[in-house]
């Protein structure tokens, strides 16, 4: 015989799930203990809502549901945030959340919120295990929906007596699922309209980043000499110094990039959602054709109505594609790259003291090597990453444009971290939203690779930002905040603050060579930074 607790976790493990992200309290001791018996390594949060982050990064990295554990209410609602991340962005999470006894509960109504209601709208699957028997099946369930053709998170809330609960061993079923494939009919259908188009162009969106979507994205578009504009998600998908690459949007309006789209008779989404970029920024009018490949269909939009939605897998959809005439529309697409670039490039600040966001993002990619990962936490600093930081590879630079949560950056890059040993990874956050998580730092100190860059302005700049476009006054923008290098010595890490522009990229310098020395980490640099309105 054995307990529930230790059959769901005999389950994870069955699923390859060896890593969970958790908080424990009273109502998860047996699920926790089972968890380290069974061999899933623990990484213990100091709050809920970046485990949460922690576990969706996991689950978007390594394409397998990251795991949470909570514990009954607060903890259970402190992680919502994160779930909800993990809905928008569609990043494969299992949730499980202790609850108290199903039986013999003489506490009552304390501490008890109704999970799964508060969970379903945000989730693919939601359930309350209230018989032991079913115990591992429901997981089974969590756990295909969170993976599945359409990742995203699930919630399971397991009842402490449930959870220590004797019954047999379960023999978990694994099974081999594949992803879609797009029908030939439809592939023809694109392929006409694809032929006969003047101006065709990709709109490469989160989707695009999966290994095979990218490198069979690069192929079609080196066949067909189509250019490839990015969401910030998407970015380098396909790597931006590529020759067809168009570069990736900014704001939530007409952008840089938006000139490609703008002047297109066909776009052709691939692994694009709406959530990650609203289709009026870049199809107002909403007339030009628009073909879908992803392996979701889209949710509804008012300006994202696809003439052809292709549901399917991709990378494969666009290896079958790529026997169009090569080069067709390659001097189009060099011609456009051109003029973004000059775009760009009129961007381009002088020195100065404090730095500008666009100043770090340009020194940051001088110093590191095409497969190093940088983290964006949510600030107006994100548009300039966007615009002018150019990812080289899939899932090296990662961002949240989605539900856009400050707080998430570090978390992001803490997994990241873990997950590539070998690649320099870097957090850039905001003074706002660092402050959101950094209790979590003292989880850094295991992490040699890990640099955190903190660009202060006193301010949640997005919004002032906003509140001077609208010619307000600024109103609850400004932060009071704290003295960032004896934080950092309190959580026994080194900072070093930027104190001269000359300086800038020496100390970004100094900071990379510094990270693979775990007797010499430089695990914090902090910008006081101009304020940078995009």
């Known amino acids: ?46 709050h809920e809502q970046h485990g ?53 509960n003489e506490e009552g109504s304390f501490q008890v919120v ?7 709208p945000i989730t693919r699957f939601a359930t309350v295990i209230d018989d032991p028997a079913t115990a591992p099946v429901e997981l089974e369930a969590a756990i295909a929906a969170a993976g599945g053709a359409c990742p995203g998170p699930s919630v399971v809330v397991v ?6 609960t004797p019954r047999e061993a379960h023999r978990p079923i694994v099974a081999q699922g594949t992803r879609p494939i797009v029908p030939d009919e439809t592939l023809q259908v694109i392929s006409s309209q694809l032929v006969a188009a003047r101006a065709p162009v990709v709109l490469a969106g989160a989707g695009a980043q999966h290994p095979t979507t990218a490198g069979a994205l690069r192929r079609f578009c080196e066949a067909a000499g189509i250019g490839v504009v990015a969401t910030q998600m998407g970015k380098g998908a396909l790597p931006e110094d590529h020759e067809l690459s168009l570069r990736a949007l900014g704001q939530n309006s007409a952008d840089t990039a938006s000139i490609a789209l703008l002047d297109a008779d066909l ?22 054709p628009i073909v879908h490949v992803d392996d979701c269909p889209p949710r509804p939009e008012a300006a994202y109505r696809p003439n052809v939605v292709a549901v399917g897998d991709p990378g494969r959809a666009l290896d079958r594609l790529a026997s169009l005439p090569a080069g ?71 961002l949240d444009n989605a539900l856009a949560t400050m707080g998430a950056g570090l978390a992001t890059a803490m ?25 979590d730092l003292i989880g850094c100190r295991d992490l040699p690779n890990l640099t955190v860059l903190v660009l202060s302005d006193d301010a949640y700049g997005f919004i002032a930002w906003h509140q001077q476009e609208q010619g307000a006054d600024e109103v609850a923008v400004r932060l009071s905040n704290p003295d960032f290098a004896r934080l950092a010595d309190a959580f026994g890490l080194t900072c070093t603050t930027v104190t001269a522009d000359g300086p800038c990229r020496v100390a970004l310098t ?24 995009a």
């Open 1 to 46: 015989m054995t307990t529930v607790a230790r059959t769901l976790a005999d389950t994870l493990i069955a699923h390859d799930i060896d890593v969970a992200y958790c908080l424990p309290g009273e109502e998860t001791i047996d699920l926790i203990a089972a968890l380290e018996e069974a061999g899933v390594a623990l990484v213990v949060v100091r």
């Open 52 to 104: 949460a982050f922690m576990a969706a990064a996991h689950g978007r990295l390594t394409g397998k549901p990251g795991l949470l554990v909570t514990t009954l209410g607060p903890g259970a609602t402190n992680a919502l945030t994160g779930v909800a991340q993990a809905d928008l962005c569609r990043f494969p999470l299992v949730m499980l959340s202790g609850q108290k006894p199903v039986r013999d």
């Open 114 to 120: 109704d999970l799964v209601a508060l969970a379903t």
């Open 159 to 164: 009842p402490e007596d449930i959870a220590a």
């Open 267 to 288: 776009v052709l989404t691939v692994g694009y959602q709406p959530a990650e970029h609203p289709p009026c920024a870049w199809h107002p009018d909403a007339s030009v």
């Open 328 to 398: 067709r529309h390659r001097e189009r697409t060099v011609r456009l790259r051109s003029v973004i670039e000059a775009s760009l490039a009129a961007e381009d600040r002088p020195p100065s003291f404090p730095p500008s966001a666009h100043a770090v993002s340009a020194a940051l990619r001088e110093i590191l090597d095409p497969d190093d990962v940088v983290a964006l936490d949510n600030g107006v600093y994100k548009l300039w990453f966007a615009r002018h930081y150019p990812a080289l590879g899939p899932r090296t630079l990662l």
């Open 415 to 439: 997994v990241a971290a873990r997950l590539h040993p070998d690649r320099r990874v870097v957090a850039v956050c905001g003074d706002g939203g660092f402050l959101m998580n950094c209790q």
């Open 510 to 533: 100094a900071g990379a060579l510094a990270m693979m020395e775990s007797d010499k980490m430089l695990r914090i640099i902090l910008f006081f930074i101009v304020y940078d309105s």
